[in-house]
């Protein structure tokens, strides 16, 4: 069965500080992955989603990135972070066919403070 | 382009009470569209989709869903809830193709009391 993995659970960091959080998926090969941030426990924004290795969609400019290094890892970074950045971060997958049927399926999530 | 409202930000329900959390949709052509719920400080976890055929769509947890053409609308139901229903619920639709993103609305918070 496919499992998606998210670290750290929990993160504090200081304004200007970087960022790194990863996301890894087993079970399954060339999925589609995705970033959202949720604030205040309410609506997810979409951040960025991969097809592919190197292939990078971004929805919002900010401050943030991504990258995909390898084919079932997700990197969410920014070099300085903001306070407005504080939210709880979700990894995705899909599976990659052509079918809009396929559902996503959801990491445990990554809540981020920046103090 | 796709977008979904779920017009109530909170629902409130006696336990043992039938529940029904609503979603409208706006699509071009042909809607794929799901239901997801959020524990506290928890991922998303998929509860059904509609994909085509049966109106009347099953899912997990005694929870389904009816779609309704007409109306554009995907409201999600139980016949009875339970204290451990209360959670956020999210509509979803997938836009184009198969290869890009769900579009989720603004999420429902259901509060079953005891």
């Known amino acids: 069965s496919q499992t998606i993995h998210q670290w750290p659970a929990t993160l504090v960091q200081p304004v200007g500080s970087p960022l790194s959080l990863e996301c890894t998926v087993e079970?399954?090969?060339?999925?589609?992955l995705y970033w959202y941030r949720q604030a205040a426990g309410r609506g997810l924004q979409l951040l960025f989603y991969?097809?592919?290795?190197?292939?990078i969609s971004s929805e919002v400019p900010q401050n943030l990135s991504a990258s995909r290094p390898q084919d079932r890892q997700f990197i969410l970074s920014s070099k300085k972070l903001l306070l407005s950045d504080s939210g709880f971060y979700l990894c995705?997958?899909?599976?990659?066919?052509?079918?809009?049927?396929?559902?996503?399926?959801f990491g445990p999530g990554t809540r981020l403070t920046v103090l | 382009a796709q977008s979904v409202a779920q017009p109530e930000d909170q629902v409130n329900v006696a336990e043992g009470n039938p529940l029904t959390v609503k979603c409208t949709y706006s699509v071009s052509g042909n809607p794929y569209l799901f239901w997801y719920v959020q524990y506290p400080n928890r991922g998303l976890q998929f509860l059904l989709k509609y994909i085509t055929g049966d109106n009347l769509v099953k899912g997990s947890y005694g929870f389904e869903a009816e779609f309704n053409k007409s109306q554009t609308s995907f409201h999600l139901k139980k016949p009875s809830a339970l204290v451990s229903d209360s959670a956020l619920y999210f509509c979803?639709?997938?836009?184009?193709?198969?290869?890009?993103?769900?579009?989720f609305g603004k999420g429902t918070r259901l509060s079953v009391i005891a």
């Open positions: 995705a997958w899909s599976v990659r066919t052509s079918g809009r049927y396929n559902e996503q399926f």
């Open positions: 991969s097809v592919g290795i190197g292939q």
């Open positions: 979803a639709v997938r836009q184009n193709s198969g290869n890009t993103p769900l579009v």
């Open positions: 079970g399954t090969s060339n999925p589609n």
